[in-house]
């Protein structure tokens, strides 16, 4: 027997309704991380800038603005880049959906138009109104802004996180630990009240194992008492 494929749910399922969008989508993705890199990358030109007239002051030389001329460049370019970063993937994400919501509402209707009558007739106009438009609307909110956002939510804190180990390691370390912290307390928490339920589930299967074998006890004494109160003249009557 034949197993039924399994159904697609999340990523996958979108990236299948996708069709002929998913190019369009994951550019879309892509500007969205570099557009992060661009914005990451101002924090560490500042970074450096300071460190230059730190080293200048201290080491008694004249500052020149030649030695920051291009931390001033990469910092406007990558301001800039920035916002054609960001519109670029909007553009592209909010034309993928709408070319998604397109096909889409084109795949229903040419299923609706092959389906029985009976179906219009137990299901109310406002009812399939809401499928074909409401519903499928749904889709737009995640492809359009959502995914995009979850792509540089992910992007910006691995990035920053690989350039501060690039800095300094000890620092980053020191950092790291309000984060790992509470996650850690998390695990340990969640590990200590599996092993609680663990040992209380073991608990109340000993306390029905006991019950039984008490009972089991309870029978065998109670039949054996019954057997030596039993006269002869009953013993012959019951043989």
Not at 43 to 60: A, E, P
Not at 90 to 111: N, Q, T, V
Not at 119 to 144: M, P
Request: one cysteine or more; a positive charge.
């Amino acid at each position: 027997m034949d197993k039924k494929p399994k159904k697609k749910e999340g990523i996958a399922r979108l990236m299948e309704l996708a069709g002929t969008q998913k190019a369009g989508m994951t550019a879309a993705c892509t500007l969205s991380v570099l557009s992060s890199v661009c914005k990451i990358v101002p924090f560490f030109t500042i970074y450096k800038m300071l460190q230059t007239l730190i080293q200048c002051f201290t080491s008694g030389t004249a500052f020149a603005f030649a030695d920051v001329r291009w931390l001033v460049a990469i910092t406007a370019a990558s301001a800039v880049l920035y916002g054609v970063f960001t519109y670029a993937s909007a553009m592209l994400s909010h034309g993928a959906a709408f070319d998604i919501l397109y096909e889409l509402r084109m795949k229903l209707m040419e299923k609706m138009g092959r389906i029985s009558s009976g179906y219009y007739t137990s299901n109310s106009l406002g009812a399939i109104k809401k499928l074909l438009i409401e519903d499928v609307e749904q889709i737009e909110v995640f492809i359009a802004h959502s995914m995009c956002e979850v792509a540089a939510a992910i992007a910006t804190p691995l990035l920053t996180i690989i350039v501060l180990f690039l800095v300094d390691w000890r620092l980053t370390l020191v950092s790291l630990l309000p984060i790992l912290s509470p996650l850690s307390f998390s695990a340990w928490r969640s590990k200590s009240r599996t092993v609680q339920s663990i040992s209380r589930l073991w608990r109340m299967q000993k306390q029905k194992w006991r019950a039984r074998s008490l009972s089991t006890s309870t029978e065998c004494l109670s039949s054996r008492s019954s057997a030596a109160r039993e006269t002869p003249s009953s013993a012959l009557k019951r043989i």
